[in-house]
């Protein structure tokens, strides 16, 4: 069973779903529109209990997942939302002992997610820029995640190199991604993926042809994800009247001899089946 410790990150919710984030420490109080709770009193309940303010009003005390904690920690530059967090893991196939460049670490919620999924065997190496940001991010990832040693993070500039070779994987959060693509180039081994997220087209489009220029990334791909909930209550069903709908771009591709990396999409569109041949399982 899971208690909770000092120093444990904890989400009170209510009725409505609200979530109101705090840190325990033994001796202190939670306060809420002048209703209190001692944090000693949910120090060694389990996670999931309900438990009442001073004026009885339940609560949830949760243990956040990191897409929760993520909407509530502290941050110096704007985070990705979760839903972009769970699809860049998937399509830069982030995997257990990976070595993981990252740039920029902004609060750090990016680096957080890469860390679970490279695992202990794993290495993630992150370059922020700003030292504020990096502070932040520090002070976040180690309140969710404890000590991380298979982190590294540097407050190095990616627009002007990268140090580390060999990498299996690049994961770029800046706002001019073309200019880390030379760097990624040599960076990046052979068969490994490149991912950017940018929040408009013109910097996709930058960004693709800076891929193409450096003539060792093939499989470009750009994509969005839209999130929509929906509303089931009894015979009431129907889709939520707000959506997360567009937050960025990614734009997905992988380090290969060149050749094949050459060859355009609109030239492979061009090209057709020969008939009566079926598809073959790969």
């Known amino acids: 069973m899971t208690v909770f410790s000092n120093g444990d990150r904890v989400h009170l919710v209510d009725r409505k779903g609200r979530q109101y984030a705090f840190t325990l420490k033994a001796g202190d109080l939670f306060q809420l529109s002048g209703?209190?709770?001692?944090?000693?009193?949910?120090?060694?309940?389990?996670?999931?209990?309900?438990?009442?303010?001073?004026?009885?009003?339940?609560?949830?005390?949760l243990r956040p997942t990191l897409s929760e904690y993520v909407l509530k920690m502290p941050r110096g530059a704007q985070v990705l939302y979760p839903k972009d967090l769970g699809v860049?893991?998937?399509?830069a196939d982030?995997?257990?002992?990976?070595?993981?460049?990252?740039?920029?670490?902004?609060s750090g919620a990016l680096t957080m997610a890469l860390l679970r999924a490279v695992g202990d065997r794993g290495h993630v190496i992150s370059y922020e820029a700003r030292e504020d940001f990096a502070r932040t991010a520090m002070k976040n990832i180690e309140r969710y995640l404890g000590p991380v040693p298979n982190l590294t993070l540097r407050q190095n500039n990616a627009y002007e190199r990268i140090e580390e070779t060999d990498l299996d994987r690049v994961v770029l959060d800046l706002p001019e991604p073309w200019q880390v693509v030379p760097h990624a180039a040599i960076a990046l081994r052979a068969g490994g993926v490149y991912l950017s997220y940018v929040p408009t087209i013109p910097q996709v489009m930058q960004t693709v042809e800076a891929l193409h220029r450096a003539q060792v990334f093939s499989m470009i791909q750009t994509f969005e994800t839209l999130l929509r909930t929906w509303n089931i209550e009894g015979r009431s069903v129907r889709p939520d009247h707000r959506m997360v709908a567009h937050s960025g771009f990614l734009t997905v591709a992988r380090k290969v001899e060149p050749g094949l990396a050459l060859v355009k999409s609109a030239d492979v569109e061009k090209e057709v089946d020969e008939p009566g041949r079926p598809e073959e399982d790969v």
């Open 94 to 106: 982030i995997y257990p002992g990976a070595r993981v460049f990252e740039a920029g670490t902004g």
């Open 35 to 61: 209703e209190t709770i001692a944090h000693d009193d949910l120090i060694g309940k389990p996670d999931g209990s309900l438990v009442s303010l001073s004026r009885g009003r339940p609560m949830l005390a």
């Open 88 to 91: 860049i893991l998937q399509w």
